[in-house]
Nanobody, 122 residues
């Protein structure tokens, strides 16, 4: 059983920064960050593959950075230039995603963390 534990959420003013962390209980090759705002579907934010390739949603490119040192070490999401529309519950997810085209799709992942709230005020 894969366990994922997120941390680092909070409240920040627009333009500010936050860093999210996700600790995994075992080695996982594909990991990603997803978010869900009230009344909206869960969406992919950023993901990282086993070979280190990174993938970003267009809405966060240039502002968010996903990283990890190896397949087990904490997964991070550095979020900068935050906007009110970034407000959501952020989830860490993990799985073995064979099709790179599905890397940012929530239904590609079986293992999920409990989520952490990020609130950006204007």
């Amino acid at each position: 059983q894969v366990q994922l534990v997120e941390s680092g959420g909070g409240s920040v003013q627009a333009g500010g920064s936050l860093r999210l962390s996700c600790a995994a209980s075992t080695i996982i090759y594909n990991m990603g960050w997803f978010r869900q705002a009230p009344g909206k579907e869960r969406e992919g934010v950023a993901a990282i593959a086993s070979d280190g390739r990174t993938f970003y949603a267009d809405s966060v490119k240039g502002r968010f950075t996903i990283s990890r040192n190896n397949a087990k070490n904490p997964l991070y999401l550095q979020m900068s230039s935050l906007k009110p529309e970034d407000t959501a519950v952020y989830y860490c997810a993990a799985d073995w995603v064979q099709d790179v085209r599905r890397t940012l799709l929530p239904n590609s992942y079986r293992y999920w963390g409990q989520g952490t709230q990020v609130t950006v005020s204007s």
